[in-house]
């Protein structure tokens, strides 16, 4: 007799304490909810004050970072707009200026497209240059792009002169800013450092056009000796380029 009481005693304990705990946890909710947030959030705030303002910093932080970006993106195309106006200002013939407006990864050193046609006088055949020399010639042309095989391309053969000497060869693209002069000579009068461009007795482009420099030799190469130029007008980082008419017949 004396077990069972103790035994309900103590659940009897466990039952007023359970819902004691209940009911006070329903009285707070019901009537000291608004009390304890407004504790929680005198609390926290000057927690909060500091997170808004590391925040605030932040953003301010990004956009004077971005305004940098587009300033000195502005400062960069107006540099090459000065070059390009100054280039275009040596030029004795008229030219068609033009923008890059498609380049493929996967032929980077072959061809662009460029942001004038038919419509602007662009014809097969032309001459294309950048700032420093020949870059391509025109290959297909529509009403308001044009596709120019770039001199850097494999296909690419260009009848070139070695401005000091005269000496004439083929230069052919190895899809790099390098390429390859091939002399008709066995003895060329050349060197290092020998200006080269384009020949006078060329088809394909407008003569006296400059392509590069030679920066090494192989005058025992056969058939015939040979050099490695480098393009004078940078092909792997071309925005803008320069359209030479073809003369009217």
Same mark, same amino acid.
């Given at each position: ?25 329903w009285y707070?909710?019901?009537? +000291? ?12 705030r000057p ?8 925040? =605030? ?8 970072? =971005? ?11 107006? +540099? ?48 294309? *240059? ?41 230069? +052919? ?10 002399? #008709? ?12 461009? *384009? ?21 025992? =190469? ?8 480098? #393009? ?11 359209v030479h ?5």
């Amino acid at each position: 007799m004396y077990s069972a009481r103790r035994k309900w005693t103590q659940q009897g304990w466990r039952l007023f304490l359970l819902a004691a705990a209940l009911g006070g946890a329903w009285y707070i909710r019901t009537y +000291q909810s608004g009390t304890i947030l407004e504790l929680y959030g005198l609390l926290t705030r000057p927690f909060q004050g500091e997170e808004t303002n590391l925040q =605030e910093q932040l953003l301010a932080d990004q956009r004077v970072r =971005e305004l940098q970006n587009r300033l000195s993106e502005v400062e960069y195309q107006n +540099q090459q707009l000065k070059k390009q106006l100054g280039y275009y200002q040596t030029q004795k013939k008229p030219l068609i200026s033009a923008p890059i407006i498609g380049r493929s990864a996967d032929d980077w050193w072959q061809q662009v497209i460029i942001g004038r046609g038919s419509t602007d006088g662009v014809e097969v055949g032309a001459s294309v *240059t950048g700032i420093g020399g020949l870059v391509g010639r025109i290959r297909e042309v529509t009403p308001h792009t044009s596709k120019v095989l770039l001199v850097s391309n494999s296909q690419s053969r260009i009848g070139a002169t070695v401005n000091r000497s005269r000496a004439m060869g083929l230069i +052919q693209g190895q899809d790099s800013q390098v390429a390859t002069l091939r002399f #008709f000579e066995k003895a060329p009068d050349v060197k290092p450092g020998d200006v080269v461009t *384009t020949s006078a007795f060329s088809s394909l482009f407008s003569p006296g056009l400059p392509i590069g420099r030679i920066i090494s030799l192989n005058l025992q =190469e056969n058939p015939a000796p040979t050099a490695k130029i480098e #393009f004078t007008a940078t092909v792997d980082n071309l925005e803008w380029v320069f359209v030479h008419p073809q003369p009217q017949q």
